[in-house]
């Protein structure tokens, strides 16, 4: 995600004959990747050298886990506020976002989904990979339109779009995972 998504946007942006912003494009994948990517890191080995794996695990991240709900519930809400009254006084502007982004979703998780059955893999591997694979990362795309574009522009009113397709598909997609598990399973016994 690191190395990809500034030249897969640039590029983008250049498909569609639109100005590429490349400062804006490193600013945007410094701050809301790398930046957190690299405290996480040197967060986890620096408490795990303090406290240990054990403490780690069973204090630190039952600690940590309300405060990233929060925060996505915060964000979250502040997105729905903005750009609130574009979605409930245009809903059909809504609709025609909504259904690439849903098949676009559904393609990459059955794609991902059955390839990981093809290769064999197990349950546990396939399940994430294929949930990852269809995740749209939304969270970098909001701050990346909203960098680039402003928060009232078109762009951003589709990343929250995004969010608003993305979260009930994946969480259909997770059930459909714990559904379809035995295939996987059955390939183990083989």
């Known amino acids: 995600m690191l190395v990809l998504y500034g030249p897969l946007g640039g590029f983008l942006l250049g498909v569609g004959r639109i100005p590429v912003p490349w400062q804006a494009l490193v600013l945007s994948i410094a701050i809301y990747v790398a930046l957190p990517l690299v405290a996480g890191y040197y967060t986890r080995k620096w408490i795990i050298r303090a406290k240990g794996v054990e403490w780690f695990r069973e204090k630190f991240l039952h600690v940590l886990t309300p405060v990233t709900i929060i925060a996505l519930l915060t964000t979250l809400v502040l997105l729905f506020s903005f750009k609130g009254e574009i979605i409930t006084s245009?809903?059909?502007?809504?609709?025609w976002l909504a259904i690439p982004l849903f098949l676009q979703t559904m393609l990459i998780f059955w794609i991902t989904y059955g390839l990981a059955k093809v290769l064999r893999l197990t349950y546990e591997?396939?399940?994430p990979s294929a949930m990852i694979g269809a995740s749209n990362?939304?969270?970098v795309a909001i701050a990346t339109a909203t960098l680039l574009f402003g928060l009232s522009s078109g762009a951003a009113l589709a990343t929250v779009v995004g969010v608003l397709i993305e979260v009930p598909t994946m969480l259909?997609?997770?059930?459909?995972?714990?559904?379809?598990?035995?295939?996987f399973r059955r390939e183990r016994a083989m």
């Open 90 to 95: 245009k809903p059909l502007t809504i609709l």
């Open 125 to 127: 591997d396939a399940a």
């Open 137 to 139: 990362h939304f969270e």
């Open 172 to 183: 259909w997609l997770v059930w459909i995972c714990k559904k379809t598990a035995y295939w």
